[in-house]
């Protein structure tokens, strides 16, 4: 996390404060000093005065805690894994141990992951859910103990045991994607001639309250555009729960777009715009347009956005064929969530930029939100300038050229053989006969 230019208004800060509590401090202090470990080397039996002398030639090394990182899976999505990279980096340049754990995308084993790592000694833990509303009962011995749970990326739900929640602003994202699809299919000029665009929704699982958000932020722009027709749905699918697709499954989102293009654009309608929540959505969108025949059909590629900027959708955009992603960089995320917790444990108050609207069920979060960025046609190449992807992995995939068919080869007439001329012979002396 960066020191922002504009700091936090003192109010602000003063009634965080009061409802936060004046003990954050006091645990903090408490936290890290009651997790301090030291690691002695030399093991055996030993005399004192011999042990005495190997300290003094080789001092014991220190650490100022241990900090636990539990993840979902580093198999199903390599993010994961950069992320928990990023963090150890942090922690272990700041002279704390790490331990991480991926849960394979089960909530049971992050249940036992989270049960085992509270058996030792542990200054703060770092938790992407991988169901957030499963965790409650296993965080409450974290929450006896004074360890600080920070939620990354997910708020983890129902559970006073988590202190701070580090995410994107999924709410202003929202509106970032409402405002470009109100510039780029203007609009306000369709709302003046009285025309109108056909929208569909893909938006994300139910469960997490960043898809909400996210939702919310893309209706705050667009309802108008819907409440006097300029925008109309003809699944009229565009509520949240009509909409969200469940654990973000490409599959689910497949068939719901398919479902709508089957039941609803079978008849001449035209579909103009898909909004979606996730670039796997986008793709999905993409590619069932494609095998239905939709695209070869109008000539026209519907408006297709997404989020996330994972690299087959960067090349979609440079070809013109998806519309805009949303660039949540995840390094900055995961560094804005060491630099949080080891302000926590030094004794100090994390910054917050939100102490409002992430209610968990319990408790307000007190909740830093990383920025995104939009990306189209216009700066997709900026992903390469900050090192994000490299060329190579941008260059368009390669056209397979259309296989040649030969001409086919004239046959020659056959040749008549000695037998067959015997054969003509004898059927001219039948019929003189």
Same mark, same amino acid.
């Given at each position: 996390m960066k020191k922002r230019a504009a700091m936090l208004l003192v109010g602000l800060s003063f009634s965080f404060s009061l409802f936060a509590g004046c003990g954050g401090s006091k645990e903090a202090t408490e936290a890290a000093n009651e997790s301090e470990v030291t690691e002695k080397e030399g093991q055996g039996e030993e005399t004192q005065e011999e042990t005495n002398e190997e300290a003094k030639e080789e001092p014991a090394e220190e650490t100022k805690g241990k900090v636990g990182i539990l993840f979902p899976s580093e198999e199903t999505d390599e993010q994961w894994k950069a992320d928990a990279d990023i963090l150890q980096k942090e922690l272990n340049s700041n002279e704390y141990e790490v331990e991480v754990y991926f849960a394979d995308n089960d909530s049971a084993r992050q249940n036992e992951q989270i049960q085992e790592i509270l058996k030792s000694e542990v200054s703060a833990l770092v938790i992407a859910p991988v169901?957030?509303?499963?965790?409650?009962?296993?965080?409450?011995?974290?929450?006896?103990?004074?360890?600080?749970?920070?939620?990354?990326?997910?708020?983890?739900?129902?559970?006073?045991?988590?202190?701070?929640?580090?995410?994107?602003?999924?709410?202003?994202?929202?509106?970032?994607?409402?405002? *470009?699809?109100?510039?780029?299919?203007? &609009? #306000?000029?369709?709302?003046? $001639?009285? =025309?109108?665009?056909? @929208?569909?929704?893909?938006?994300?699982?139910?469960?997490?309250?960043?898809?909400?958000?996210?939702?919310?932020?893309?209706?705050?722009?667009?309802?108008?555009?819907?409440?006097?027709?300029?925008?109309?749905?003809?699944?009229?699918?565009?509520?949240?729960?009509?909409?969200?697709?469940?654990?973000?499954?490409?599959?689910?989102? *497949?068939?719901?777009?398919?479902?709508? &293009? #089957?039941?609803?654009?079978? $008849?001449? =309608?035209?579909?103009? @715009?898909?909004?979606?929540?996730?670039?796997?959505?986008?793709?999905?969108?993409?590619?069932?347009?494609?095998?239905?025949?939709?695209?070869?059909?109008?000539?026209?590629?519907?408006?297709?956005?997404?989020?996330?900027?994972?690299?087959?959708?960067?090349?979609?955009?440079?070809?013109?064929e998806v519309g805009f992603t949303m660039f949540l960089d995840r390094r900055t995320l995961a560094e804005d969530c060491a630099e949080m917790v080891l302000t926590y444990l030094s004794g100090d108050k994390p910054e917050v930029t939100d102490y409002e609207q992430y209610d968990n069920g319990k408790k307000i979060i007190g909740t830093y939100t990383s920025n995104a960025e939009l990306i189209d046609k216009d700066n997709y190449e900026m992903l390469i300038d900050n090192g994000y992807y490299t060329e190579e992995q941008l260059e368009p995939d390669p056209t397979e050229e259309p296989e040649v068919t030969e001409e086919p080869k004239v046959t020659e007439e056959p040749k008549a053989t000695e037998s067959s001329e015997t054969d003509k012979k004898r059927t001219l002396l039948n019929k003189v006969n």
């Open positions: 169901e957030p509303y499963g965790l409650a009962e296993s965080l409450m011995q974290a929450k006896e103990n004074s360890i600080p749970v920070f939620a990354y990326d997910t708020l983890i739900m129902d559970t006073d045991a988590v202190k701070y929640y580090v995410t994107f602003d999924m709410r202003k994202v929202g509106q970032m994607i409402g405002e *470009k699809i109100v510039k780029d299919k203007e &609009l #306000d000029k369709a709302k003046e $001639n009285k =025309q109108s665009y056909n @929208i569909e929704f893909l938006m994300g699982s139910p469960d997490e309250s960043r898809s909400l958000f996210l939702y919310n932020g893309i209706m705050e722009v667009l309802q108008s555009y819907f409440d006097d027709g300029t925008l109309v749905s003809q699944s009229q699918k565009t509520s949240f729960d009509d909409t969200a697709v469940m654990r973000w499954s490409e599959e689910t989102a *497949k068939q719901k777009i398919e479902g709508i &293009l #089957d039941e609803y654009y079978q $008849n001449g =309608q035209k579909l103009d @715009i898909v909004c979606t929540a996730s670039d796997k959505f986008a793709y999905a969108a993409f590619e069932s347009l494609t095998e239905k025949g939709v695209l070869t059909e109008t000539g026209e590629i519907p408006y297709l956005t997404g989020v996330g900027s994972e690299v087959d959708v960067i090349k979609k955009i440079a070809a013109e």
